[in-house]
T-cell receptor, first 113, second 115 residues
Framework: DVKVTQSSRYLVKRTGEKVFLECVQD?????MFWYRQDPGLGLRLIYF???????EKGDIPEGYSVSREKKERFSLILESASTNQTSMYLC????????????FGEGSRLTVL | GDSVTQMEGPVTLSEEAFLTINCTYT??????LFWYVQYPGEGLQLLLK?????DKGSNKGFEATYRKETTSFHLEKGSVQVSDSAVYFC??????????????FGKGTRLSVIA
């Protein structure tokens, strides 16, 4: 089975802290994605990557950056966390061509105080 | 841009009731359509999909038919169970021939089934 693992299920950080959310997949997928999930807003795409060292902005990239140094790992970085970034963050991966079949991790719930 | 609109929840049903969750879309070209499900405490997982008009996707007793004339992909199940309680997301993407795009999700519909 495909497994997408997010490093932390729950995090509590202070405003202004730098936050790293890590995601690892074990199926040699080319594509990886970061979404945030908020009540009433559904899933919104932050960044995605089609290959190592490449990245594309999604719908809400402001305040975030990403890193993909290895094919299996895609990191989301909050350079200076703010309270409006309190959310559930979901990582997903898929094969190269956009078939729409994403495999999701269990999510990382971030609270910024 | 492309978008998906699904009925707002929460939806509360008794066990064995009939379920419909409405989903309509706006997109140019020929999108593929999906339903994803998120059980409590878990990530999303693909429930079913349809890639062209009049296709019917089905899985675990759920069905949805791709209706291009009404731009809809409504999710149905004839008899829900308590274990179906989850959040359901409608989504679309376009194949490479129509301009590859990441999945676009609806806002989700929470379903609660009571015994």
């Amino acid at each position: 089975d495909v497994k997408v693992t997010q490093s932390s299920r729950y995090l509590v950080k202070r405003t202004g802290e730098k936050v790293f959310l890590e995601c690892v997949q074990d199926m040699d997928h080319e594509n990886m994605f970061w979404y945030r999930q908020d009540p009433g807003l559904g899933l919104r795409l932050i960044y995605f990557s089609y290959d190592v060292k490449m990245k594309e902005k999604g719908d809400i990239p402001e305040g975030y950056s990403v890193s993909r140094e290895k094919k299996e790992r895609f990191s989301l970085i909050l350079e200076s966390a703010s309270t409006n970034q309190t959310s559930m963050y979901l990582c997903a991966s898929s094969f190269r061509h956009h078939t729409g079949e994403l495999f999701f991790g269990e999510g990382s719930r971030l609270t910024v105080l | 841009g492309d978008s998906v609109t699904q009925m707002e929840g929460p939806v509360t049903l008794s066990e064995e009731a009939f379920l419909t969750i409405n989903c309509t879309y706006t997109a140019t070209g020929y999108p593929s359509l999906f339903w994803y499900v998120q059980y409590p405490g878990e990530g999303l997982q693909l429930l079913l999909k349809a890639t062209k008009a009049d296709d019917k996707g089905s899985n675990k007793g759920f069905e949805a038919t791709y209706r291009k004339e009404t731009t809809s992909f409504h999710l149905e199940k004839g008899s829900v169970q308590v274990s179906d309680s989850a959040v359901y997301f409608c989504a679309l993407t376009k194949p490479a021939s129509s301009g590859n795009t990441p999945l676009v999700f609806g806002k989700g519909t929470r379903l609660s089934v009571i015994a």
